[in-house]
């Protein structure tokens, strides 16, 4: 499958609104879309709500790039299990598939941490949007390659017909 993420202007409003609605913590969301041969469409973007705390330090303080966890929102996400299934049965209902995932970096550069890396899954795409004093800015789109590091992936907008 090629890396490329299809998607309206529309996607990349809701996902920056939600990003300077959270500000300074970061939010996160769910991309639910069509898979295809070339490439992954966008047809909604779903806010979640960011359920980073001391109990997600828990589950997550094992894995690589975390060595420093705190439960501060400002520089971490974490999307509910419940909330995950709850968007894959909508997507199944409506022959979606979650195809990625989004989530802001207030105050740092649109580019994934070690912890985002060691975190991800190899079939999504990752949005990440820098979010500078409250106002959302550079936007890049990422995925995996075969070495489970982090590459560009490119995005191409699609005008509404």
Avoid at 117 to 138: E, H, L, N, P, T
Wanted: net charge negative; hydrophobic share 35%; glycine share 6%.
């Amino acid at each position: 499958m090629l890396a490329v993420l299809k998607l309206h202007p529309q996607h990349l409003q809701a996902i920056r609104t939600h990003a300077e609605s959270t500000y300074p913590e970061e939010c996160c969301g769910l991309l639910l879309g069509k898979l295809a041969e070339d490439g992954k469409t966008v047809v909604e973007v779903m806010p979640t709500e960011n359920r980073w705390n001391a109990e997600a330090v828990e589950v997550f303080q094992e894995i690589e790039g975390s060595a420093k966890l705190g439960s501060d929102k400002r520089d971490r996400y974490a999307i509910a299990p419940k909330d995950m299934l709850k968007v894959q049965k909508l997507g199944r209902d409506r022959q979606l598939d979650i195809i990625g995932i989004y989530h802001s970096h207030p105050d740092h550069p649109a580019i994934p941490s070690e912890f985002d890396r060691a975190c991800a899954w190899s079939v999504y795409s990752y949005i990440i949007v820098s979010v500078q004093q409250g106002k959302a800015g550079d936007l890049r789109n990422w995925s995996l390659d075969d070495a489970h590091q982090f590459q560009p992936e490119e995005m191409i907008i699609v005008e509404t017909t």
